[in-house]
């Protein structure tokens, strides 16, 4: 190797150590060196050994300061911290659905980005928009945006599914079904097993139309009596059980349409599926996650 060739081999790689060192000594985001290094492959975070990469992880940044801007919005002095949350969650959501082979396809994610394209009126419109509040282009807008949400939606979805990781709560929700088939009040039951912010008040929801209330809800709640209760009806992320406490029927004069329609007054005990939140949560106490950078 001749000596030019190794002064300049020496100086590419003292160029490259003084980014290293720029790069996770300087505080996340700051100065020149990290413009410089969201060009180059450094990880900024890992999680159970996946990287986050620093040049994803700036663009990220750069996007939201951009938002904050155009909306005439304060940073906040915990961006960093926040943003770098929001990347390790997608990361174990990732990891999660290789583990339990959920997919999110390219057409799932074209799907939702032509969904939210569909209220500028049209692509051009949208990514004009996109740009003017992110500083990104519709890739960059799928990549941070879209495929995060689609992603969590799918996995979100498998969980609720997944009678399995469900059985502890079904076993709940039949136990309280039980003792109500075996003469227990149901008010004492609502404050013994209820996860619903109604619970305090012994479940009360209030008067319903059919139109006012959930789908799966309408079979029971519009033919029970007063009294009665309902058999465990499965919603996508709940158990529930109702009480129909009063009836009131609707009206309607010959030849005419409905004038008042039927309404009940119903109670509820509720127990909430496993959710997303906390899958992800256990998954991530049992995980090795780190960030490399200073923030």
Same mark, same amino acid.
């Given at each position: 190797?001749?000596?030019?060739?190794?002064?300049?081999?020496?100086?590419?790689?003292?160029?490259?150590?003084?980014?290293?060192?720029?790069?996770?000594?300087?505080?996340?985001?700051?100065?020149?060196?990290? +413009?410089?290094?969201?060009?180059?492959?450094?990880?900024?975070?890992?999680?159970?050994?996946?990287?986050?990469?620093?040049?994803?992880?700036?663009?990220?940044?750069?996007?939201?300061?951009?938002?904050?801007?155009?909306?005439?919005?304060?940073?906040?002095?915990?961006?960093? !911290?926040?943003?770098?949350?929001?990347?390790?969650?997608?990361?174990?959501?990732?990891?999660?659905?290789?583990?339990?082979?959920?997919?999110?396809?390219?057409?799932?994610?074209?799907?939702?980005?032509?969904?939210?394209?569909?209220?500028?009126?049209? +692509?051009?419109?949208?990514?004009?928009?996109?740009?003017?509040?992110?500083?990104?282009?519709?890739?960059?807008?799928?990549?941070?945006?879209?495929?995060?949400?689609?992603?969590?939606?799918?996995?979100?979805?498998?969980?609720?599914?997944?009678?399995?990781?469900?059985?502890?709560?079904?076993?709940?929700?039949?136990?309280?079904?039980?003792?109500?088939?075996?003469?227990?009040?149901?008010?004492?039951?609502?404050?013994?097993?209820? !996860?619903?912010?109604?619970?305090?008040?012994?479940?009360?929801?209030?008067?319903?139309?059919?139109?006012?209330?959930? !789908?799966?809800? +309408?079979?029971?709640?519009?033919?029970?009596?007063?009294?009665?209760?309902?058999?465990?009806? !499965?919603? +996508?992320?709940?158990?529930?059980?109702?009480?129909?406490?009063?009836?009131?029927?609707?009206?309607?004069?010959?030849?005419?349409?409905?004038?008042?329609?039927?309404?009940?007054?119903?109670?509820?005990?509720?127990?909430?599926?496993?959710?997303?939140?906390?899958?992800?949560?256990?998954?991530?106490?049992?995980?090795?996650?780190?960030?490399?950078?200073?923030?």
């Amino acid at each position: 190797m001749s000596q030019k060739t190794s002064k300049a081999v020496l100086t590419l790689l003292t160029a490259g150590i003084l980014l290293t060192l720029m790069a996770y000594t300087q505080m996340f985001g700051k100065g020149n060196a990290a +413009r410089v290094s969201a060009f180059l492959p450094f990880p900024a975070a890992s999680v159970n050994g996946r990287w986050v990469m620093y040049r994803t992880a700036f663009q990220r940044y750069e996007g939201l300061k951009t938002f904050y801007a155009s909306e005439g919005k304060e940073i906040g002095e915990d961006l960093e !911290e926040r943003m770098f949350e929001s990347l390790l969650r997608e990361q174990l959501i990732r990891q999660l659905m290789a583990e339990r082979g959920v997919f999110a396809s390219e057409e799932d994610r074209l799907e939702a980005l032509r969904a939210v394209q569909d209220q500028s009126g049209s +692509r051009e419109a949208f990514a004009s928009k996109v740009k003017e509040m992110y500083g990104w282009n519709l890739r960059q807008f799928e990549r941070h945006v879209v495929r995060p949400f689609v992603e969590a939606r799918s996995l979100e979805e498998a969980i609720f599914k997944d009678r399995e990781r469900q059985l502890e709560k079904r076993v709940r929700m039949d136990e309280a079904f039980g003792k109500l088939e075996g003469g227990a009040a149901f008010d004492g039951l609502v404050l013994e097993y209820s !996860e619903d912010a109604t619970s305090v008040f012994n479940g009360d929801v209030g008067w319903m139309t059919e139109t006012e209330m959930p !789908e799966a809800w +309408r079979g029971a709640a519009l033919h029970l009596d007063a009294g009665e209760t309902s058999p465990v009806l !499965e919603e +996508r992320d709940r158990f529930v059980i109702l009480r129909v406490d009063e009836r009131e029927e609707g009206s309607e004069e010959e030849g005419k349409e409905l004038d008042r329609p039927l309404r009940v007054n119903l109670s509820v005990l509720i127990i909430n599926k496993v959710s997303l939140s906390e899958v992800v949560r256990d998954f991530a106490e049992e995980s090795n996650m780190k960030v490399w950078v200073r923030l």
